[in-house]
């Protein structure tokens, strides 16, 4: 993101480094119920999408790590979210359903 690197532990941690300096410019705590972060994927310009391992989609802020919207389809994610140019963010549920979803505009 703009230079940075955007992360995520398997703790449920969320942080954007900065790619200059190395230093932390946010970090944001995903709840531990919601399982392993899978790797992030930025959406437009504005967002930061990431799924967990029981089954959140979740979008962030990507200037301030906050969460903006969550998605869960009921059960498991299978991977990372793919994003098409257009914004649509694409997650493929462990039930085999693939879900395409529009981010919110600002």
């Known amino acids: 993101v703009d230079g940075d690197v955007v992360v995520s ?12 300096d190395g230093r932390i410019r946010w970090r944001t705590t995903l709840p531990t119920a919601d399982g392993t972060p ?3 994927a930025r959406v ?8 967990t391992s029981n089954g959140t ?5 990507e200037l301030n790590g906050r969460p903006v919207r969550q998605f869960r389809p009921g059960n498991g994610l299978h991977g990372p979210p793919a994003v098409a140019e257009d914004g ?17 505009r600002r």
Request: proline content about 7%; cysteine-free.
């Open 57 to 61: 989609l979740h979008l962030l802020d």
């Open 9 to 20: 532990f398997d703790r449920g941690v969320v942080a954007r480094v900065s790619g200059y």
């Open 88 to 104: 649509s963010v694409f997650i493929l549920s462990d039930g085999g359903v693939l879900y395409a979803l529009r981010p919110p």
């Open 38 to 40: 899978s790797e992030p």
């Open 44 to 51: 437009g310009l504005r967002y930061v999408a990431l799924t």
